[in-house]
């Protein structure tokens, strides 16, 4: 037998099991959210750091200017205080051909397979190490190569001929960013293989693992100035010094962001759903408020009534997160695999931390339950008078007011829409909850696409700014008239331009160039651009002084992304470079929004020419053609890169506008799914606060109804009016939805945009995103209105003037 108050609370719940079902789920979504996001963070944050560090990344990489490191130079760099391990690599951008196309392919040359010390990979299959003549490849980069273990590429090294070399094996480097991401190939070969290759070179990179290599960049920099003053001692000649974020993920800071962003929004689902079963308990014990006069009548307090409500609540909560945990952990481990994906990570363990289970217990527990003892405390201490003499909920009230009056008057679109307007306004309190639940997820899903449309405007803005079509690096200097001149002459060109480029680093008090990059040369590079006088190439936006004008002055203009790397530069400001290791010192004379490349120092041509010696000579042409159609530009492409290997010059890469838009593309797809599904959850808990609002309305006009059935109103004039109260606090909230979008949209935008672009993403509106808001919300009020209407049109006349 069980003891009457839990048998009391047993009854309630059965009494209106759908409404119980309903708040189980809103709290359930609440703690689903949670748990996704929570458990996806904990096992990503703790993988990430497992792949990249049991790599045993670099502290610091020296390169050596024209030389080989001998065993010798390794040794002697290992005694000094501080060097945990020495060990000597080279990197070479190549190129490889896939069908008719040439993509770059950073080719790593490793000195000893067996007994790698620093920035390791793990073989997957295949030979090891790979016998000359062959190569191992990064997992991801089969995708590009569009090959596999046991097929073969042409490989073109900047001073060898053209090659085919096989792929020995598979091998899985979390140290990089995914191949595909990059549109590079990754290979690691030996030494031999370089040779056989054609390159002459040795070994040119030393990489140092310091004992202070897990603290700050400072302490970094000053001993990678140590080594490199030491090895110059030595005779050599150090050419620069590369030093990456200590002990971080390439992508580690935007994968932290992006997470965290997330769990703010899963417990703001949480408050949401909290907030609405608040209000349906208060709700109820309004609806019960006779049955608390009569318990308080045989000597029930207050306290043991509010334990009472609350203990129902804690009986709900519980079930919610029985219910949404295990979905969670579901849900969480495809986001884990997606975002796995992503960074290129191995996932050595996906379990998902106890932890993270205790803290959804607690939130969906805890949550619920505060945001409902206030109301639970107010509504027990209901005196035995006023409990028995209650009327109902606000009926004494309503009509009195100036407003209420006002909406009286309203005749706009006939009496059943005047009628529904002020039910709609009967209980403010519970209209103000309902429309924030049905704004908080109509503003993040409206966000969700607006982030997604603002992210491609950036990317069109690679094509919008940017009026060549091609850009083809050479290894070498070569006559730039002699290639200008050949590829003109190609058909479907409309016109060519002789750039220039060399990487660059700003100069600090330390003789020796840092750059703050990773092995694949590209996260955190800066590079200095030669731009012709008058180009007709790119009309970047300016963000501050001017672009560049004619005459050969050293007068710099910086990207954006240079600027974040330096962010304390201002207009007519002198700052020091190095170009091929020679400072030199530029007054800044404008910086541009450049999105698509990394931090670039753009000069003139004259000022490069005079400071690289390279006078009628170009490394890198920008093409324009006639058309702009990615199967043209393909297939010009090919024409191109012909003509100018039969004129003589070595190409390095060729980079089309579509290859750079979908390379930058390619990062975002999970973060904009990530935003829809959790702007569907909230959502989903706006609908679910909207069929409980309709509901406790309708039962506290029970009576109401009751008299309207009795004067003549049919149950289908009944069922309208209901539905349109539905539909008119959809209507309210999507001027909410829409506002709260606007300021979703510009915060996250400037986040994602900084943290993606060094720059915020711009306000971009959809429409689509408006009207499919728009489309799923009254979809949605039609579908919580119908059962609330349907249970009132089956209830007699007599049964309603009863209640």
């Keep these: ?56 990344p670099a502290s610091t990489t020296i390169k050596i200017e024209n030389g080989a490191l001998d065993q010798s130079l390794l040794d002697g760099v290992r005694k000094i205080p501080g060097v945990l391990q020495t060990e000597r690599h080279s990197t070479i951008l190549a190129r490889m051909k896939i069908g008719e196309d040439g993509y770059p392919l950073l080719l790593f040359v490793i000195d000893d397979f067996e007994n790698m010390k620093t920035n390791k990979f793990t073989k997957i299959s295949g030979a090891w190490p790979p016998p000359t003549g062959t190569m191992l490849v990064e997992r991801t980069a089969l995708t590009v190569m569009k090959s596999e273990e046991g097929g073969a590429l042409m490989i073109k090294t900047p001073h060898g001929e ?103 929004f899963s417990f703001m689902t949480l408050i949401l759903s909290a907030s609405l079963v608040s209000t349906s308990l208060s709700n109820l014990m309004t609806k019960q408020v006779r049955e608390i006069g009569v318990m308080k009548t045989i000597g029930a307090n207050s306290i043991q009534i509010s334990g009472l409500y609350l203990l129902m609540l804690l009986m709900i909560c519980i079930s919610a997160v029985v219910l949404g945990t295990p979905l969670s952990k579901m849900s969480a481990g495809l986001l884990i695999k997606q975002i796995s994906i992503l960074l290129n990570l191995n996932l050595f363990d996906a379990s998902i931390p106890y932890w993270v289970s205790v803290v959804q217990a607690m939130a969906g527990i805890l949550i619920p339950l505060s945001a409902a003892a206030i109301p639970v405390f107010r509504g027990s201490r209901i005196t035995v008078q006023d409990a028995l003499n209650n009327y109902g909920v606000s009926q004494k009230e309503f009509g009195k007011g ?89 058909p479907g060109v409309k016109e060519v331009e002789a750039w220039g480029n060399s990487p660059t680093s700003f100069m600090k008090e330390a003789r020796h160039d840092i750059i703050h990059t990773y092995p694949d040369k590209g996260h955190g590079s800066f590079t200095m651009v030669a731009s012709p006088p008058a180009t007709r190439m790119v009309k970047f936006p300016i963000l501050g002084g001017r672009w560049l004008g004619p005459g050969n002055g050293n007068e710099v203009v910086l990207n954006h992304m240079a600027l974040a790397q330096a962010n304390h530069l201002k207009v007519s400001e002198l700052v020091s470079l190095s170009v091929d290791g020679r400072p030199s010192e530029w007054k800044i004379i404008g910086f541009v929004e450049d999105l698509g490349s990394p931090a670039t120092a753009y000069v003139s041509s004259s000022a490069f020419a005079r400071i690289s010696n390279t006078e009628g000579l170009t490394n890198m042409l920008r093409v324009s053609l006639s058309s702009r159609d990615r199967d043209t530009i393909l297939l010009k492409t090919r024409e191109i ?39 569907f959850l ?122």
Excluded: C
């Excluded at 971009?764 to 979809?779: H, K, N, Q, Y």
């Design 402 to 490: 100036g407003f209420e009056s006002f909406l009286a008057r309203l005749r706009i679109l006939g009496d059943t829409f005047t009628l529904s307007l002020r039910n709609v306004f009967r209980n403010r309190s519970r209209l103000v909850l309902t429309l924030g639940l049905l704004a908080a997820g109509g503003g993040l899903f409206m966000t969700a696409l607006n982030i997604s449309k603002a992210w491609n405007v950036n990317l069109q803005k690679i094509y919008k700014y940017r009026y060549y079509d091609l850009e083809v690096r050479l290894n070498e200097a070569f006559p730039s008239d002699k290639l200008i001149s050949r590829v003109r002459a190609i």
């Design 162 to 264: 053209r090659k085919l070399v096989s792929i020995s094996g598979i091998v899985h480097d979390p140290g990089l960013a995914p191949s595909w991401q990059e549109q590079t190939g990754y290979a690691y070969i030996t030494l031999p293989t370089l040779h056989w290759l054609g390159e002459k070179q040795g070994f040119d990179e030393l990489r140092v693992l310091l004992a202070d290599g897990k603290s700050s960049l400072k302490p970094i920099e000053e001993r990678s100035n140590i080594i490199a003053d030491w090895i110059e001692g030595q005779g050599y000649e150090v050419h620069e010094v590369q030093i990456p974020p200590p002990r971080r993920h390439p992508h580690q800071a935007q994968m932290n962001t992006v997470l965290t962003l997330f769990i703010i």
């Design 641 to 679: 890169e012909k003509a100018i290997e039969k004129e003589g010059g070595s190409i390095s890469i060729t980079v089309t506008i579509s290859l750079l838009r979908s390379a930058v593309g390619e990062h975002m797809k999970v973060l904009v799914g990530s935003l829809l599904a959790m702007a």
């Design 682 to 803: 909230m959502a989903a808990v706006g609908v679910l606060g909207l069929m409980s609002t309709m509901g406790m309305n309708l039962f506290e006009r029970t009576r109401e109804l009751g008299v309207m059935r009795a004067i003549g109103a049919t149950p289908r004039a009944i069922g309208q009016l209901i539905v349109m109260e539905g539909l008119i606090i959809v209507a309210l909230s999507l001027v909410f939805a829409f506002i709260l979008s606007l300021l979703l949209s510009w915060s996250i935008g400037n986040l994602i945009g900084n943290m993606s672009f060094r720059t915020p993403l711009p306000l971009s509106i959809s429409p689509f995103a408006l009207l499919g808001w728009t489309g799923l919300v009254f979809l949605g009020s039609i579908l919580a209105t119908i059962y609330p209407a349907w249970r009132v049109s089956r209830i007699t006349t007599r049964e309603a003037l009863s209640y």
């Design 1 to 56: 037998m069980l003891r009457p108050r839990f048998a009391k609370i047993i009854r309630d719940l059965k009494t209106d099991f759908t409404k119980s079902v309903l708040l189980v789920m809103a709290i359930a979504i609440g703690v689903f959210g949670i748990g996704s996001i929570l458990g996806a963070y904990a096992v990503l944050k703790r993988e990430m750091a497992r792949n990249y560090l049991g790599t045993e």
